[in-house]
C-alpha cells in the first residue's frame, strides 16, 4: 500500500497509507489530514485540494490538465509551478512515498 506524506506549514509530517486509485486528496480527507478540504468531492471545481508537489516526485506526479490548470489560475492564493489539485493525483504503486505540502491556506 503506497504511502504518502503530507507536510504542514510548521514542518509537522504525517504518513498516511493510500488505497491504489484513490486520489491523493481521498487519502487525506480519509486520514483527517488538516488543510486538505475536497469540498467538491473531487470534481475539479472547488480547488480546496490544493498541495505543492515536493520537487523529488514533480516528473513522476506530472502537471496539471486543462480544466485543473484553470482552477490554479483562478482558485488558489499562491500559485507555484509545484501546484496541483491533490483530488487530480490518483495514487499508483510508482507514487509510494510521494510527498507533498499543504499550502497556508485553500
Ligand atoms: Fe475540489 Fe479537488 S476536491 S478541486
Known amino acids: 500500500m ?7 506549514l510548521d ?3 504525517r ?3 493510500a488505497h491504489v486509485g484513490e486520489s491523493v486528496m481521498a ?3 480519509r486520514n483527517g489530514i488538516p488543510g486538505i478540504i475536497g469540498e ?17 516526485f514533480a516528473a ?17 492564493a499562491d500559485r507555484r509551478d509545484a501546484s496541483r489539485l491533490s483530488c487530480q493525483i490518483p495514487v499508483t504503486e510508482d507514487l509510494d512515498g510521494l ?5 497556508a491556506e485553500q
Request: charged fraction near 20%.
Open 40 to 56: 467538491c468531492g473531487g470534481n475539479c471545481s472547488c480547488a480546496t485540494c490544493h498541495v505543492y508537489v515536493d520537487d523529488d
Open 27 to 29: 487519502a487525506a480527507v
Open 11 to 13: 514542518g509537522a509530517q
Open 60 to 76: 513522476v506526479v506530472g502537471g496539471a490538465n486543462d480544466m485543473e490548470d484553470d482552477l490554479l489560475d483562478l482558485g488558489v
Open 99 to 103: 510527498t507533498v505540502h499543504i499550502p
Open 2 to 8: 503506497p504511502k504518502v506524506v503530507f507536510i504542514s
Open 15 to 17: 504518513v498516511v497509507d
